[in-house]
């Protein structure tokens, strides 16, 4: 299973279970809110890091890139679109 795919299982679990998805989103209130998420990640069994995090993002982002106006330069910028810690929390919020 890829990080995509664990975050996808992993926000399900958290929309059924409501103190999973309070403890996912006071991750932000942490120092270091993406290691934190990733402690909680790996709490329940899925080998997350912050790297994977990042990792999965650029993926994305360069995957969207490629298939906007021809993958050049001229391609849009997309803000925050590669960020999927954020969009994780804000999907079970």
């Known amino acids: 299973m890829n990080t995509a ?3 996808d299982e992993l926000s399900a679990k958290a929309k059924r279970d409501t103190e999973l998805r ?3 989103l ?5 120092p ?7 402690r909680v990640c790996r ?4 080998e997350i890091y912050p790297m994977d995090m990042v ?7 360069a995957s969207m890139r490629r298939s906007t106006n021809g993958g050049g330069e001229n391609s849009p910028m997309l803000e925050g679109e ?3 810690y954020e969009l994780f929390l804000a999907g079970i919020e």
Do not use: S
């Not at 006071?26 to 942490?30: A, D, K, P, S």
């Not at 990792?55 to 982002?61: A, D, R």
């Open 43 to 46: 709490g329940l069994g899925y």
């Open 5 to 7: 795919e664990i975050l």
């Open 55 to 61: 990792n999965v993002g650029e993926e994305f982002y």
């Open 22 to 24: 309070k403890t996912f």
């Open 26 to 30: 006071m991750t932000r209130e942490q």
């Open 32 to 38: 270091n809110p993406l290691d934190a998420f990733c």
């Open 82 to 84: 590669d960020d999927f």
